[in-house]
């Protein structure tokens, strides 16, 4: 599924609801779209997501995240 990062919290919600028992990996394919967008910067956002983004899955002791960032 392809969604803006304003929606991964969306995202987040939906998948720590009944329904996803099953769910262990959550796979993120990032690209990177603002070329005015500063490295740095940048690699803030990636370290952060799973707290800015991804709070309920990164909450769980079961969930694993892999993260892979295009540009």
Not at 35 to 53: G, W
């Amino acid at each position: 599924m392809e969604c803006r990062i304003e929606e991964w919290g969306d995202l987040d919600q939906v998948l720590t609801q009944p329904g996803w028992p099953e769910l262990k990996t959550v796979y993120v394919q990032i690209r990177r779209s603002r070329s005015d967008m500063q490295e740095r910067e940048f690699h803030l956002i990636l370290r952060n997501l799973t707290v800015t983004h991804f709070s309920r899955l990164a909450s769980s002791s079961t969930i694993q995240f892999n993260f892979e960032c295009l540009v």
